[in-house]
């Protein structure tokens, strides 16, 4: 499978603290938003480095965890504010693909999140060799215009299989009609990890 890890950093900032209605997330912009809905904004080379890529510009490989994502949003559970819910894949090393959809909940604190579903279903089954990720979303409407992004909790989540594999590991992130998609990477996702007692 070829390398789908973008070189180089975007940088990454939240922007205003409300929700969004469903207008404002409708609208064009080069914001996209995260599975809580809230918006941010990236500075950097946007156009020509993330966003510019679309279904067709995938490997087989990458179509494959995409479309295993996208099929297990059937499976999502938020009837919840915005209702957005999100598939999500994980390829292990013997190339086969494990699958987790997101799970909400009355206390939003509880809530289990696509990529963490994946990862643990996958270590469940005695998998931590992860070597690529995809995840998806929809919206109350059905539609996100913009590419879901995983929350902080799962890319501090996602960072320990870093530390498990000892390699940066590439995932795919999708806009619900597949036509923006952003290629990055769980280091380049949380590059400040916090690491605790680790020695």
Known sequence: MRSSVVERSAYIRMVGGSIPSARTRKEKSKSFGSPRGRPVEIKGDIENNLMNIKYLDLSKDE???IDAAERVLANAYNPYGSQTKVGASARISSGEIVIGSSMANASSTVNLCAERVALAAANSIGHRDIIAMAIIGTDSDGVIENPIMPCGVCRQFMEE?????????PIICSNSSKD????TSFKELLPLPYEGNRQ
Request: aromatic residues 6%; hydrophobic residues 55%.
């Open 161 to 169: 299989f870093l530390i498990i594999n000892n390699k940066d590991i």
């Open 180 to 183: 923006i998609i952003i290629r």
């Open 63 to 65: 179509k494959e965890l």
